[in-house]
């Protein structure tokens, strides 16, 4: 069964961290997921952020690069750090996750959603 929760989400200034966090893989084949976070801020499309496999091979979007940090423990949890934010960090983020053993960038090919957790950045 799968039924993802975000939390974490929350208001912060500019260059503040915030950590997401999702749970919510209970079938037997918890450890061979793919997870992964999008986001959505206002009038724009659904954007992947990143995404960890069940081998904890992870990659990210170029926006996400060298700020945001995935991990994921006991196989069921995933985490997404986020360091140094900024203004246009500002979305809803989504946790996702198909049975794969390959992470997809591609939101389609997630049938799995959270119902999302807010970011703020703002001064």
């Known amino acids: 069964q799968v039924q993802l929760v975000e939390s974490g989400g929350g208001s912060v200034q500019p260059r503040g961290s915030l950590r997401l966090s999702c749970a919510g893989i209970?079938?037997?084949?918890?450890?061979?997921?793919?997870m992964g976070w999008f986001r959505q801020a206002p009038g724009k499309e659904r954007e992947f952020v990143s995404a960890?496999?069940?081998?904890?091979?992870s990659n990210y979007a170029d926006s996400a690069k060298d700020r945001f940090t995935i991990s994921r423990d006991n196989s069921k949890t995933v985490y997404l750090q986020m360091n140094n934010l900024k203004p246009e960090d500002t979305a809803m983020y989504y946790c996702?996750?198909?049975?794969?053993?390959?992470?997809?960038?591609?939101?389609?090919?997630?049938?799995?959603w959270g119902q999302g957790t807010q970011v703020t950045v703002s001064s």
């Open positions: 960890i496999s069940s081998t904890g091979s």
């Open positions: 996702a996750a198909r049975l794969s053993s390959a992470c997809s960038i591609s939101r389609a090919t997630y049938p799995y």
């Open positions: 209970s079938d037997r084949y918890s450890s061979y997921y793919c």
